[in-house]
T-cell receptor
Framework: GEDVEQSLFLSVREGDSSVINCTYT??????LYWYKQEPGAGLQLLTY?????DMKQDQRLTVLLNKKDKHLSLRIADTQTGDSAIYFC??????????FGKGTMLLVSP | DVKVTQSSRYLVKRTGEKVFLECVQD?????MFWYRQDPGLGLRLIYF???????EKGDIPEGYSVSREKKERFSLILESASTNQTSMYLC??????????????FGSGTQLSVL
């Protein structure tokens, strides 16, 4: 089945860009997602990308997809302290349910 | 906005008790899911349901069961709670059929402690 891997921790300074990386194993994954979890809360969908796209931009968020390397990244421009959270990458292929990575904790310092 | 409501934010139970975790969504979603979240292990799917009265096992169904008698409600049942079931439990819902772009909406979670 699908396996999704992410680095566990990222620390940046306020105002810098953050890049969170993710790799997946199933080349037939059709939808790829980024979710955000703030402390004490459930996950909320940030953005998603279809497998026929290479890039998607949504305000401060840029998602890049490299299908050849099965690599997904989330770039947050002008990172703010309010962006401190756990970010989960998730992939979906065929009729299976979503497979989540273990999450990357982003810490933004002033 | 979609709202997924989990009945308890924190729950403390004793080993061997039968535990019910309730989840209600208000957007007429067909699909509902139960996950548990543990440090270092991420989210693991316990059970899911793509229609009323239907249920399917996820990756870690042992020790759990579910009930979906109404479209908006999905209950997770721990038949005999054990300490290794201490965890954060997250309910989610989505619309659309299998294989489609299925965007999940999550509840705030129930932190269950089994003593």
């Amino acid at each position: 089945g699908e396996d999704v891997e992410q680095s566990l921790f990222l620390s940046v300074r306020e105002g810098d860009s953050s890049v969170i990386n993710c790799t997946y194993t199933d080349s037939s994954s059709t939808y790829l997602y980024w979710y955000k979890q703030e402390p004490g809360a459930g996950l909320q969908l940030l953005t998603y990308i279809f497998s026929n796209m290479d890039m998607k931009q949504d305000q401060r968020l840029t998602v890049l997809l490299n299908k050849k390397d099965k690599h997904l990244s989330l770039r947050i421009a002008d990172t703010q302290t309010g962006d401190s959270a756990i970010y989960f990458c998730a992939a979906r292929s065929g009729y299976s349910t979503l497979t989540f990575g273990k999450g990357t904790m982003l810490l933004v310092s002033p | 906005d979609v709202k997924v409501t989990q009945s308890s934010r924190y729950l403390v139970k004793r080993t061997g008790e039968k535990v019910f975790l309730e989840c209600v969504q208000d957007m007429d979603h067909e699909n509902m899911f139960w996950y548990r979240q543990d440090p270092g292990l991420g989210l693991r799917l316990i059970y899911f349901s793509y229609d009323v009265k239907m249920k399917e096992k996820g990756d870690i169904p042992e020790g759990y069961s579910v009930s979906r008698e109404k479209k908006e409600r999905f209950s997770l049942i721990l038949e005999s709670a054990s300490t290794n079931q201490t965890s954060m439990y997250l309910c989610a819902s989505s619309s659309g059929g299998r294989g489609n772009n299925e965007k999940l909406f999550f509840g705030s979670g129930t932190q269950l402690s089994v003593l």
